[in-house]
């Protein structure tokens, strides 16, 4: 069984909004498609990604855990620019004096993404380009540039989420693999960049959701 996780309702779009509800899931909004897909919301953030991943795991046979969802971009990409994500790093991660980004117990920066490759084929096989590279995880919208400059800098992300990053370690400590789509809504170092994410949020869903019925489709 796969399952998907989104962080909120309004990145979901059809087929993904149907199927049968999982009601009283930990305060989690979950839905079964069929015999072999599961959708569930977590909420927006590093914590609430964390809880719903390790939920999945816990209480379902998930064999292969996907994240996907909007996501800043850190290069001049247009809206809509799908990215098969290749790994996650938390850009705001920093103890005990280890590198920047070093997660404890894994010991490790970069938390590997599986077939990011395989899933940039099966989208320009369905006629939807696609980019491949990292995305920085961590509480933080954007908003400021000087700091996204820095994150770039320090990285080397394409793009910024809100939660990859902590259900990629959730799924590396249970070995189970970990898939990542994200879609451009705005760019980091606009100024404007919350307009920019309003205004462009809904073709970005739309783009997003076509693509994921390409990769989750049975079969």
């Not at 990215?83 to 920066?109: I, M």
């Not at 990542?180 to 869903?205: E, F, G, I, T, W």
Request: net charge neutral; charged share 15%; with cysteine.
């Amino acid at each position: 069984m796969r399952a998907l996780l989104l962080a909120m309702d309004k990145e979901a779009a059809p087929p993904f909004t149907g199927g049968r509800p999982i009601p009283n899931q930990a305060g989690l909004s979950l839905r079964q498609l069929g015999e072999e897909l599961l959708v569930c919301v977590s909420g927006v953030g590093k914590v609430n990604a964390a809880l719903a991943a390790q939920f999945l795991l816990d209480r379902f046979p998930v064999t292969e855990l996907w994240n996907a969802g909007v996501a800043g971009c850190f290069a001049p990409l247009p809206p809509g620019t799908l990215v098969a994500v290749s790994a996650c790093v938390q850009h705001d991660l920093d103890v005990f004096g280890d590198p920047p980004g070093q997660v404890p117990v894994l010991e490790r920066v970069l938390l590997p993404c599986a077939q990011p490759h395989r899933t940039a084929r099966q989208l320009a096989d369905a006629g939807l380009p696609c980019r491949i590279g990292v995305v920085a995880t961590g509480d933080w919208f954007g908003r400021d540039p000087a700091r996204a400059q820095a994150i770039q800098a320090r990285f080397d992300p394409l793009v910024c989420d809100m939660e990859a990053g902590a259900a990629a370690q959730v799924c590396l400590r249970s070995g189970v693999p970990f898939r990542c789509l994200k879609v451009v809504s705005d760019h980091l170092s606009n100024p404007a960049q919350y307009r920019q994410y309003q205004h462009n949020l809904p073709d970005a869903v739309e783009r997003l959701n076509r693509a994921l019925a390409v990769l989750l489709s049975p079969g």
